[in-house]
């Protein structure tokens, strides 16, 4: 038993024997730490997951009351722009343009840009065909015809709308409004120096069917583009006519950029 204690004795004063140990050591204390960090780091990240699950409900929910909200606010729009007509083509109450108009200001915040811009060209066209004592119609045609493009409008609006709450499998529903909305831009203002309204065979008139105005429009595209890029190019070239028309330079600039990406 001496000899034995004595030989242990001799191997951990040896440089050996001193460095297994240390080994020994180093690796029962690294075990130790590591089990401890370990400890420590799921202790802290399953306080920042249980966070992030808190804050992730939080949205859910949020959303979920948007979207509930925004669903009201669509089939609302829809309703409203189900407008029954006037069999005998009458001129437009404006007590139906007055509530469609209160509803999309109550609705805006959740319409969004599309939305809000689909339904102001829509109210355009609506102010047009509102019956003032003044009014005086050039034909029995032409008030149908604006008949026409209202239900049309409203169609394509509500298409838009079902599509916006998965109603529609639709690919661009406002396409044909935004087409319609850009023929009618570059027929209402009046530049002279460029020959505006236009002079092309896109000259807008209500006594033309909407399905007529969009198949000449398809037809001749090349026009429109090229007649929005005048009306652009004429208003941003003064300072103060992009002032005055920043809306409607908006909306030229909308218009091309649909046409060319489409």
């Not at 959303?63 to 669509?74: E, P, T, V």
């Not at 087409?179 to 009618?184: G, S």
Request: charged share 30%; glycine share 4%; aromatic share 12%.
């Amino acid at each position: 038993m001496e000899n034995i204690y004595q030989i242990a004795f001799i191997l951990l004063s040896s440089v050996g024997g001193a460095a297994i140990i240390i080994a020994v050591l180093s690796s029962w204390l690294g075990k130790v730490w590591a089990n401890r960090i370990l400890e420590s780091d799921k202790a802290r990240y399953t306080k920042e997951l249980d966070k992030i699950r808190h804050q992730f409900e939080i949205e859910r929910n949020q959303l979920s009351i948007i979207h509930d909200n925004q669903k009201h606010s669509f089939q609302r729009i829809i309703k409203s722009l189900e407008q029954e007509y006037d069999e005998e083509w009458h001129p437009i109450n404006g007590k139906h343009y007055d509530e469609l108009k209160e509803v999309a200001i109550e609705e805006s915040l959740f319409l969004g840009y599309e939305g809000e811009r689909a339904l102001n060209i829509y109210l355009e066209f609506f102010g047009r065909a509102i019956s003032f004592p003044e009014t005086t119609y050039q034909s029995d045609k032409m008030l149908r015809n604006i008949y026409e493009h209202l239900i049309f409008m409203s169609e394509r609006m509500r298409e838009y709308f079902r599509k916006r709450i998965g109603l529609s499998n639709e690919e661009d529903p406002l396409r044909d409004v935004n087409l319609l909305a850009a023929c009618l831009l570059i027929n209402d203002y009046t530049f002279s120096e460029i020959d505006f309204p236009t002079k092309t065979i896109l000259k807008f008139y209500f006594d033309s069917s909407p399905l007529s105005l969009i198949d000449n429009i398809n037809g001749n595209i090349h026009i429109l583009k090229s007649e929005l890029k005048k009306f652009i190019s004429y208003i941003e070239s003064d300072i103060e006519e992009r002032k005055s028309f920043f809306r409607t330079l908006t909306d030229a600039r909308y218009y091309l950029k649909l046409i060319d990406e489409a």
